[in-house]
């Protein structure tokens, strides 16, 4: 039987990726992952950064982790970072992206402190993570999506299935 893809949605935190990832689990059956819950659950940390209040991601156990689970097929991950996944992790990358004023309201409203908030909001307007995914995966399958309204939401429900219902069927063609 032929593997389902893997899919990661990535983007600056606050874009809805996790989101996404719930509605998309939900529509195709395929299984979510975020890393940031896995990582909280499991406690994959290795230290404390004080100046951005935020815990260090332990890479390697987080790799560790989830091995077994991405060779298996069929996982959407969620993370704000994505050039420390393994390429062949992945057959497609999302990399929601959201408007200044958008993001701002978003983090303020999750409790950031302005530093953080204004921190990330500048690696959004950088377009961090989209270099980030165009310099870690092939650029034919890295793919940029509007995250702003619950229509944008909807939509990119509809496109990532899809591009599901298209890689199955080629797939299918090619065994
Ligand atoms: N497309 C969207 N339109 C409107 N609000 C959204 C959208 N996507 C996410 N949100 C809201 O934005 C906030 C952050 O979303 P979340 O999925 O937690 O982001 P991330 O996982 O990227 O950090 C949540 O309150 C969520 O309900």
């Given at each position: 039987?032929?593997?389902?893809?893997?899919?990661?949605?990535?983007?600056?935190?606050?874009?809805?990726?996790?989101?996404?990832?719930?509605?998309?689990?939900?529509?195709?059956?395929?299984?979510?992952?975020?890393?940031?819950?896995?990582?909280?659950?499991?406690?994959?940390?290795?230290?404390?950064?004080?100046?951005?209040?935020?815990?260090?991601?332990?890479?390697?156990?987080?790799?560790?982790?989830?091995?077994?689970?991405?060779?298996?097929?069929?996982?959407?991950?969620?993370?704000?970072?994505?050039?420390?996944?393994?390429?062949?992790?992945?057959?497609?990358?999302?990399?929601?992206?959201?408007?200044t004023s958008v993001l701002y309201n978003r983090l303020q409203h999750r409790g950031?402190?302005?530093?953080?908030?204004?921190?990330?909001?500048?690696?959004?307007?950088?377009?961090?993570?989209?270099?980030?995914?165009?310099?870690?995966?092939?650029?034919?399958?890295?793919?940029?999506?509007?995250?702003?309204?619950?229509?944008?939401?909807?939509?990119?429900?509809?496109?990532?299935?899809?591009?599901?219902?298209g890689w199955t069927l080629m797939q299918s063609r090619l065994c």
């Amino acid at each position: 039987m032929t593997k389902l893809p893997n899919i990661l949605i990535t983007g600056t935190p606050g874009v809805g990726k996790s989101t996404l990832g719930v509605q998309l689990a939900t529509r195709t059956g395929l299984q979510h992952v975020c890393v940031g819950d896995l990582a909280d659950i499991e406690q994959l940390y290795e230290g404390y950064d004080d100046e951005h209040k935020c815990h260090i991601l332990d890479e390697d156990r987080v790799l560790d982790e989830l091995e077994e689970k991405m060779s298996a097929g069929g996982v959407i991950v969620d993370y704000h970072g994505c050039d420390f996944f393994p390429e062949r992790w992945f057959q497609a990358v999302y990399v929601l992206r959201a408007d200044t004023s958008v993001l701002y309201n978003r983090l303020q409203h999750r409790g950031y402190e302005l530093r953080k908030v204004q921190e990330n909001v500048q690696c959004e307007i950088f377009g961090t993570i989209f270099e980030e995914a165009h310099s870690s995966y092939r650029f034919e399958i890295v793919k940029e999506l509007p995250s702003n309204t619950l229509n944008d939401l909807d939509e990119n429900v509809e496109v990532i299935v899809q591009w599901l219902v298209g890689w199955t069927l080629m797939q299918s063609r090619l065994c």
